[in-house]
């Protein structure tokens, strides 16, 4: 399958089960991103990538209603799709945005330590140099 196709399929991927997150599965999921949408050449299966705003409790309950729910979503999804086969979907959740969250964060501190560093070094008196006394010339 020419990777256009498969780019394109995978959008359209992305777009529908968007609408069947939002009608049907809002409430039991969440606050939850489709990040990424992966099918296989063949077009038999493809992986859905998400991400969840919340706690772990929440990214745990809306990881089990993604899987109890996936025979349903495959089956909405089939109902607009005109491909011969409809991928069979994996759900994986996707960290990329809390990894680039905590690097950031780090980052941030690192900054903060060097400004503090440096206001610390601004402030600090400095030591003068002694005054050489004169030497009388003979």
Known sequence: MSELRCARINQV??????????????????????????????LRNATVYYSV??????????????????SFINVEMGKNL??????????????????????FELLNKIEEEKIVESSEKIHKPSRRPKK???KSKK
């Open 13 to 42: 991927l992305k777009e529908r089960l968007s609408e069947i997150f939002i009608r049907y599965l809002r409430d039991e999921i969440g606050f939850t991103t489709i990040t990424d949408v992966k099918v296989t050449p063949d």
């Open 53 to 70: 705003i919340g706690s772990d409790e929440e990214k745990r309950k809306t990881a089990k209603s993604l899987e109890n729910s996936r």
């Open 82 to 103: 005109h491909i011969k086969y409809t991928p069979v979907i994996k759900f994986e959740y996707d960290d990329t945005q809390e990894k680039a969250s905590r690097v």
């Open 132 to 134: 050489r006394s004169k």
